[in-house]
């Protein structure tokens, strides 16, 4: 959150670190700005689509990944003849948006804790206790 409100609050400033053009600084800015407005969302899609990797259902965040990202295309193409290039950012942010809800919803259902691994297989230990491969 803190830094949500420091790009927000500093998004010129940060632009200028790396130009002097005054174009540039301003398309940077609009977009740290923008950028801003979502980055829990983006947070949510990188550490759901891990968590889901890592409990072994990678299908979540292919599902939701590759149709959403291929929606850009048509929301830039819609956008960006009216709001120029913040239309192009405003494109790509709405999908991170709408991916960092989606993942999140899909996640707090709980499906990915009956996964069962097809690799890791329990055999019975000499104790009759179960061990892991």
């Known amino acids: 959150m803190i830094y949500t409100v420091l790009l927000f609050s500093f ?12 174009n540039v600084i301003s398309a940077a800015s609009d977009f740290n700005k923008i950028t801003a407005v979502i980055l829990i969302f983006s947070a ?3 550490v759901f689509s891990g968590a889901f990797s890592g ?6 965040p292919a599902l ?18 009216v709001l120029g290039l913040n239309g ?9 948006f709408l991916k960092g809800i989606i993942l ?3 996640f ?12 890791i297989k329990p ?11």
């Open 64 to 81: 939701v990944g590759l149709p959403v990202n291929l929606l850009r295309i048509p929301l830039a193409a819609l956008l960006s003849p």
């Open 104 to 106: 999140t919803i899909w």
């Open 88 to 96: 192009i950012w405003i494109a790509i942010c709405s999908t991170v």
């Open 55 to 60: 409990a072994g259902d990678t299908l979540p």
């Open 44 to 46: 949510a899609e990188v």
């Open 123 to 133: 055999r019975p230990n000499i104790l009759g206790l179960t061990e892991v491969e």
């Open 11 to 22: 998004s010129s400033l940060i632009a200028s670190f790396f130009t002097d053009d005054v």
């Open 108 to 119: 707090r259902k709980g499906k990915w804790k009956k996964k069962k691994s097809k690799i």
